[in-house]
């Protein structure tokens, strides 16, 4: 799984964020933004993706010791030419 090519298709298995959801924590702002798997050793079906873009323009936190990479479910993704 690891350098996959991925998009980003839901956060949390949903297309929108709660009612109420602060911009740092609107990670569903990255729906269709692409990245690429750079860690598959996750926990909880998770796997690291660096994305394309610089996370902190969307700005959502992102705090991982790489730069624009976030742990997300692997459900939440749509794998390249798959």
Known sequence: ?????????T???TTKPKRG????DNYWK????KGKI??????N??????????LDDYQVENHNPIKNSLWIKTSDLAFEND
């Open 38 to 43: 750079i860690d598959d050793s996750g926990t």
């Open 21 to 24: 959801t602060l911009g740092r």
């Open 11 to 13: 956060f949390l298995g």
């Open 45 to 54: 079906d998770r796997v690291l993706v660096l994305f394309e873009s610089n």
């Open 30 to 33: 990255l729906i269709g933004v």
């Open 1 to 9: 799984m690891k350098s996959r090519i991925v998009k980003l298709k």
